[in-house]
């Protein structure tokens, strides 16, 4: 059974950061470009940031370029986000995607003083 | 704001047939496929339509989805109560260099 579980949500400071992880299992996790993708509350679906299988490509959405990082270690099969610099907008819940199939129940993050 | 636009709801009452529109442009739509999302809060979304019409193992043959030039549709045929959801589309758009989802619509089973 494919299952991605995110972790390192909470709640942080404006300007702080944070780590999200997502460990995968059940499927050839070296094999699979993956994503995170966020809803804030009240709103929808917005892409972040995506990873290629082998890490060598990865794209942002314009909201979170050179605040965000994404990558993985397929060693380890697990997915991270870095993210630094937070704001308030950045409030939501990330979800860890495999493309685009699989979705993790999504991990909470609170950016607010 | 998304590049992709959805009505914000659409409504029916359990067997009749909805249609979610989804209108793009040149650079998304217009050049790639695009796939359909349902979304039950508190839930993880699920993929309900790939490649603008195919349906993964598991999704009934009620839900199908169509693309044209710059749009795409999804409609759920024989509406249940279960079909109460958020639907998003999503594809690549070649100008943002990124993915990009809709706007979403809220189904509602009257």
């Known amino acids: 059974e494919v299952q991605l579980l995110e972790s390192g949500g909470g709640l942080v400071q404006p300007g702080g950061s944070l780590r999200l992880s997502c460990a995968a299992s059940?499927?050839?996790?070296?094999?699979?470009?993956m994503s995170w993708v966020r809803q804030a509350p009240g709103k929808g679906l917005e892409w972040v940031s995506s990873i290629s299988d082998r890490g060598d490509r990865t794209h942002y959405a314009n909201s979170v370029k050179g605040r965000f990082t994404i990558s993985r270690d397929n060693s380890k099969n697990t997915l991270f986000l870095q993210m630094n610099s937070l704001r308030a907008e950045d409030t939501a819940v990330y979800y860890c995607?495999?493309?685009?199939?699989?979705w993790g129940l999504g991990a909470l993050v609170t950016v607010s003083s | 704001q998304s590049v992709l636009t959805q009505p914000p709801s659409a409504s029916g009452t359990p067997g009749q047939r909805v249609t979610i529109s989804c209108s793009g442009g040149s650079s998304n739509i217009g050049s790639h496929s695009v796939n359909w999302f349902q979304h039950l809060p508190g839930t993880a979304p699920k993929l309900l339509i790939y490649?603008?019409?195919q349906r993964p193992s598991g999704v009934p043959d009620r839900f199908s989805g169509s693309k044209s030039g710059t749009s795409a549709s999804l409609a759920i045929s024989g509406l249940q109560s279960e079909d109460e959801a958020d639907y998003y589309c999503a594809t690549w758009d070649d100008s943002l260099n990124g993915h990009v989802f809709g706007t979403g619509t809220k189904v509602t089973v009257l």
């Open positions: 059940g499927f050839t996790f070296r094999s699979h470009d």
């Open positions: 490649t603008n019409n």
């Open positions: 995607v495999r493309h685009w199939d699989a």
